[in-house]
């Protein structure tokens, strides 16, 4: 397959995540490359991740920290999430990501709305105060939002797949886990003025290539203003690894998420795309090869490293460790210090 003859419908996608030819995939992902430097521009943005909590009332198929396994479990206190914060701002990053499992307990939406104040009055000795990206869950619109009003302009939610049988596949029959009531979530989210992100694991069991060109079109239809998306990795204990299903080779689900995010730079050349964690895990310098394939966001984890480590959602994941600034990126990828890096789709 030639990258000439490449085109973004969905015979074309399909066509392009099938093919394992390794010269048309180093093309593909230096052209999204190119893509990425003429329209979001050479900047790579940094958002602190603060892993506020290990709680989760779920039980996702795949996830190592879903309700029902037995691990030991967390919840940073104010002054831990605060001052994982304020070493975010320390080092410049512009921006904190809040991710945890999902609650919906009161004194927890309570807690994180006291934590946004408190984190948007941090004197970053920059202006502006940092940016803030929240990442937990289904919610009810009052809390979304509560949650922007408190100060959160950004929200990560992923459908997980785009293929509703294959998400009831991946997950239990039950209301707490409807595909229905996730969308309907990411749209209350983009009504409410949020940045909205979603995404979806690559190379989880039952995917077919067409699964995953209808994820990437799907992005499309949402309009949203930034994707967050990467490989599946298994976790021993998840009911997922423990049925047996099969799922691609770790190589292959490298090759793919790198293959996905430079897919959809060229279809949505303006948005936010984060290099995600689960990069990291599979190759080292993951995440930079997920900027060199398109990314333009990478969020390094600021979680206290005690509390990290139980943060584990898939094989491998706590290994990633992000204590230097570094992160490996080469000296002539420009980091965008002390800027949020809001969506350029999202402006226009
Ligand atoms: N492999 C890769 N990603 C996973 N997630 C959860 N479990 C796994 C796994 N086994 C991702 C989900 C979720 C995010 C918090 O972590 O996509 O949205
Ligand atoms: Fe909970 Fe998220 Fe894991 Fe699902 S993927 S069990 S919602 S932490």
Known sequence: MEIKDLTLDREGLIEAIATEDAAFD?????????????????????????????????????????????????????????????????????????????????????????????????????????????????????????????GAHRYLLRIESSNPNLYRRIHPDDPLHSYERRMQAILDLKEIGYQAGTGAMIGVPFQTTQDLADDLLLYKKLDVPMVGMGPYNPHPDSPLTLSGATYPTAERRFTLGLKMIALLRLLMPDINIAAATSLEALSDSGRVKGILSGANVIMPNVTPEEQMIKYNLYDRKTLVRDGSLKLSLPDDIPVGYGAWGDSLHFKR
């Not at 479990?73 to 410049?92: F, G, I, K, M, P």
């Open 26 to 150: 180093e093309q593909l992902r230096a052209a999204a490359y190119r893509t990425k430097i003429a329209t979001v521009g050479e900047k790579v943005y940094l958002r602190g991740l603060i892993e506020i909590s290990n709680i989760c009332v779920k039980n996702c198929l795949y996830c190592g920290i879903r309700h029902d396994i037995p691990c030991q479990r967390y919840e940073l206190s104010d002054d831990e999430v605060l001052s994982a914060a304020q070493a975010a701002a320390r080092r410049h990053f512009g921006s904190v990501v809040i991710q945890g499992g999902e609650r919906t307990d009161a004194a927890f939406i309570r807690k994180v709305t006291r934590l946004l104040k408190a984190i948007k009055a941090i004197d970053t000795g920059e202006d502006p105060p940092l940016g803030i990206t929240l990442s937990l869950g289904e919610q009810p619109r009052e809390v979304y939002q509560e949650w922007f009003e408190a």
